[in-house]
């Protein structure tokens, strides 16, 4: 007996673009596309909503009510868990914030549904040009993958924006060599979440307290 199909779910619609007829297919389309440093390990889409006035905004549960109900939430920042088990009763499609408090990783873990954060694990804004992604695309379906990065890989939990295909669009690069112009995003204090482009660089190695 051969067993039973196992079924993938692609998050997303997509072009098949590759197969290798056994167990790897590779999917493009057109999208946004925010990466986050923590997730907690589940997938789902839905609709994109926001939570809350701003990037730094605290969530709380009387922002959550019955026209959330199977969205996608993006927000600022989370420091209670019963904002969380809120958007559990809406059963809501995914919840992505700046940040969360380090005592929620365990109730994060427990939920549902998705939880992506973009920052880190304190009292963190998202950044502007994450933030600006999001909710410049509310009302569109967004894909949510929350499953934790790899170190050794260039996979990182993320949220993904199918876009409409306006034209064609060459695959962007994995990485993007540091250069003068790039745009960049700061993940240490005291600018953490800054956003900004890299000005020069240094020609040789350089001494920093």
Same mark, same amino acid.
């Given at each position: ?19 290798? /007829?056994?167990? =790897? ?10 990466? /986050?440093?923590?997730?907690? @390990?589940?997938?789902?889409? &839905?609709?994109? *909503?926001?939570?809350?006035? @701003? ?12 026209? %959330?109900? &199977? ?22 499609? &995914?919840?992505?914030? /700046? ?11 427990? %939920?549902? #549904? ?16 994450? #933030?600006?992604?999001? =909710? /410049? ?11 934790? &990065?790899?170190? #050794?890989? #260039?996979?990182?939990?993320? !949220? ?20 003068? @112009?790039?745009?960049? *995003? !700061? ?23």
């Amino acid at each position: 007996a051969r067993g039973e199909p196992i079924v993938l779910r692609a998050g997303m619609p997509a072009i098949v673009v590759s197969s290798d /007829g056994v167990q =790897t297919v590779t999917l493009e389309a057109p999208a946004g596309l925010v990466q /986050g440093i923590w997730g907690n @390990g589940r997938q789902d889409f &839905g609709v994109l *909503r926001t939570l809350g006035a @701003g990037q730094a905004a605290r969530i709380q549960t009387d922002m959550l009510d019955i026209n %959330l109900r &199977g969205a996608v939430l993006v927000g600022g920042m989370c420091d209670q868990p019963a904002p969380l088990h809120q958007a559990t009763e809406l059963n809501v499609r &995914g919840v992505v914030l /700046g940040s969360i408090t380090s005592d929620l990783i365990p109730a994060a873990l427990r %939920l549902p #549904y998705p939880l992506m954060i973009t920052e880190g694990f304190g009292s963190l804004p998202m950044n502007s040009a994450a #933030y600006a992604l999001l =909710t /410049g695309n509310v009302g569109r379906e967004a894909a949510v993958d929350a499953r934790p &990065g790899d170190r #050794y890989s #260039y996979q990182r939990p993320e !949220v993904i924006i199918p876009l409409p295909a306006a034209k064609q669009a060459d695959v962007p690069d994995d990485v993007i060599p540091l250069a003068k @112009g790039v745009r960049v *995003r !700061v993940l240490r204090a005291p600018f953490h979440g800054a956003v900004g482009f890299v000005r020069d660089l240094p020609q040789k190695a350089a001494d920093f307290p």
